[in-house]
Every structure is written in structure tokens, then in C-alpha cells.
């Protein structure tokens, strides 16, 4: 954090601003002073949540964009820019979904998720990327999920969606790292987080929808996106380890992994309440235009605002260090004991 640029207030720009972690990233950056451009479509969200970055310390602005749309988008990126100066960070959020079986989802639903979810990355991606690149400076996180590797029952197209970032942050980030760019790319796999999507995603499940336990609150997943923006050279960032433990098992055995799911993944993704056929519903409209959701989901007793895991992934350099010295002092022990 010594580059001159962060002398004055850096300028960060979030998408799917309105809530959940879009919402709690835009108030920890707000809380360092930052300029924070808050993207999403929902109007009395993005006011709310304005009001929050404010309180924070920060100096927010109201964008409301469609990130389906690459012209709005680009629009977007134009008035930021000219109401808050250059954007130092651009954070991806923004996405929506459907929770059902594969052969209950709509192919228009199929296309909606997909460009929200997946192209609304690239549109923004496309849009800031030449800025950064003619500025010679900058950084962009694609937040992602443990689902950008590992597939679940009933989540078909929003996994899709995630598999495609991922890919689409991987080729990209070569092509940088070949021109040797002083951009940097990078992606942070997020765990269960209880976020109002489960209040507004669209549902054909019977039950209502939940996250998977371990869950996280949002200003865990918050602060891993935050320093991912301070330390952008790492690829990747894994939250949780439930992530840790999913991507590993996926790794070493996804055939069991399969399996376990087929069992698991219907009832572990519902509660026992009966799904509320009035619930609100963000595909195609913002469920919150005219209601602020806040940036917490319903299942705050069940979740927890701690991560151990983040902060060894965030310090693996001091803990290697650190067990170094204990295997040289061990070593050294054994060394004494046998010389005498």
C-alpha cells in the first residue's frame, strides 16, 4: 500500500453492489476512505447501501446498470470514471440463478443466468480492462465460488456460469502475465454465505432454499476480497474451509464426490419450511427496486463471521517461515541428542 496512487482516496468500483457480498465489499472499502462506485439494479438496495459505504467513511455513487447489458455496462464504466476519477479496482459480483432440476429450467432462464452471471463479468472485464492497460495500473477480482470447480445438484446453471469464469479469469490472466502487463487479475472462491439470494433467487424447489452448511457471513467473504484486491499477484484466493475441503475431495476423488452429493446435495440446499409460492424473484426484475434487503440472508444464527482457513491462506508466507524455524529447532534437537 505505499504506491502513490493510494496516497488520495482509491477509486473502486463494485457490481451486485445492492446486497450480500457486493454490498459488504463496498463498505469495507468504504471503510479505508475509498471512492466507491456501487453497481447493481435494484434502486432502494443501492440506496441503502450507499447510505452504509457513507457511514463507513467512504464516498459512494449510485450506478444502477443491468451487467446483462454490455452497452450499459460501458455507460457505466464511462460515468464512474467521470464522477469518481480512474478506477483503481473493479470487484465482479453481480449474478442470479434458479434453484431447480435441470429439466425444470427454462432455455431463456438458462440464457438469463448466463449473461448476468457469466458475461456480466467479460462486459465489465472488456469495459475497464483498456482503461487499466493505457493507465498502466490496476486490478480486477472475479469473485467466484467453490463451485467454479465442483458442480451441485440443483444449481446447474449458475455452476455453469461459475465453471465459465473461471475458465474465462484463467486464459485471461496468461494473456496478461504474456505482455507482461501491470494489471493484475484474480479470483476469489467463496463458500456457503448468507446472503439475500435466498430470499430472491428464482425457486421451483419445494421447500425453501438454503446454503449449504459451514456458512459464512458476508464481511468474511468481504475482507478475503479486499485483500485480494491489496495482493492481486496471487491467481486465486480460497475462503473457508469447507472450499478447501470441497476443491481437495473434487481433486482426489470427484467420482465419490458424485455420489455423495447425489445423496446429500437435494436436502442439504432446503429447509424444512414449504417455499413461499409469494417469494420475491430477481431474474429478470430487481427484487429489491422498492425494498432494501440489507446485505445479510435469513440465517444469521447458523452462520459464523469467522474464517481461520482466510487467514492462513492470506499469511501462508509467515507460516512457512514459521515452520521452518520449528523443523530446524527440531532438527536441531534430534542433532543435540545424539551427540551426546
Known amino acids: 500500500m505505499n504506491d502513490a496512487r493510494f496516497q488520495q482516496a482509491q477509486v473502486v468500483a463494485v457490481t451486485g453492489a445492492s446486497g450480500g457480498i457486493g454490498r459488504a465489499t463496498a463498505v469495507a472499502f468504504g471503510k479505508r476512505g475509498a471512492k466507491v462506485a456501487l453497481l447493481a439494479r435494484g434502486s432502494a438496495g443501492l440506496e441503502a447501501a450507499a447510505d452504509e459505504v457513507r457511514a463507513a467513511g467512504g464516498h459512494p455513487l449510485v450506478v444502477e446498470v443491468d451487467v446483462a447489458d454490455a452497452d450499459a455496462v460501458t455507460a457505466a464504466v464511462d460515468t464512474v470514471e467521470r464522477e469518481l476519477g480512474p478506477v483503481d479496482v473493479w470487484v465482479n459480483v453481480a449474478f442470479t440463478s434458479v434453484f431447480a432440476p435441470f429439466e425444470q429450467i427454462e432455455p431463456e432462464e438458462y440464457r438469463r443466468v448466463t449473461e448476468v452471471s457469466y458475461l456480466g463479468y467479460v462486459y465489465a472485464t472488456m469495459a475497464i480492462l483498456p482503461r487499466m492497460k493505457e493507465r498502466g495500473h490496476g486490478t480486477i477480482v472475479q469473485v467466484g465460488s467453490a463451485l467454479a470447480y465442483r458442480g451441485i445438484p440443483l444449481q446447474t446453471a449458475y455452476c455453469g456460469a461459475k465453471h465459465a469464469i473461471q475458465g474465462f479469469h484463467e486464459a485471461l490472466r496468461c494473456e496478461l502475465l504474456h505482455e507482461k502487463s501491470p494489471v493484475h487479475v484474480t479470483m476469489v472462491q467463496m463458500p456457503a454465505v448468507n446472503t439475500p439470494q435466498f430470499q430472491w433467487v428464482r425457486s421451483?424447489?419445494?421447500?425453501?432454499?438454503?446454503?449449504?452448511?459451514?456458512?459464512?457471513?458476508?464481511?468474511?467473504?468481504?475482507?478475503?476480497?479486499?485483500?485480494?484486491?491489496?495482493?492481486?499477484?496471487r491467481r486465486e484466493y480460497w475462503v473457508g474451509g469447507s472450499t478447501v475441503g470441497t476443491l481437495a475431495a473434487n481433486a482426489i476423488a470427484p467420482g465419490l464426490l458424485d455420489r455423495y452429493l447425489a445423496r446429500t446435495g437435494f436436502s442439504s440446499q432446503q429447509t424444512d419450511e414449504p417455499s413461499d409460492p409469494d417469494r420475491p424473484d430477481n431474474l429478470d426484475s430487481p427484487a429489491d427496486e422498492h425494498r432494501d434487503y440489507g446485505t445479510r440472508g435469513p440465517f444469521a444464527e447458523r452462520s459464523t463471521d469467522r474464517a481461520p482457513q482466510l487467514w492462513a491462506s492470506q499469511h501462508h508466507g509467515l507460516l512457512g517461515a514459521v515452520g521452518g524455524l520449528a523443523v530446524a529447532a527440531l532438527a536441531a534437537g534430534v542433532g543435540a541428542r545424539r551427540s551426546r
Open 204 to 233: 421451483r424447489l419445494p421447500k425453501k432454499p438454503q446454503p449449504v452448511p459451514p456458512i459464512y457471513e458476508p464481511h468474511v467473504a468481504a475482507s478475503a476480497v479486499v485483500h485480494a484486491a491489496d495482493h492481486p499477484k
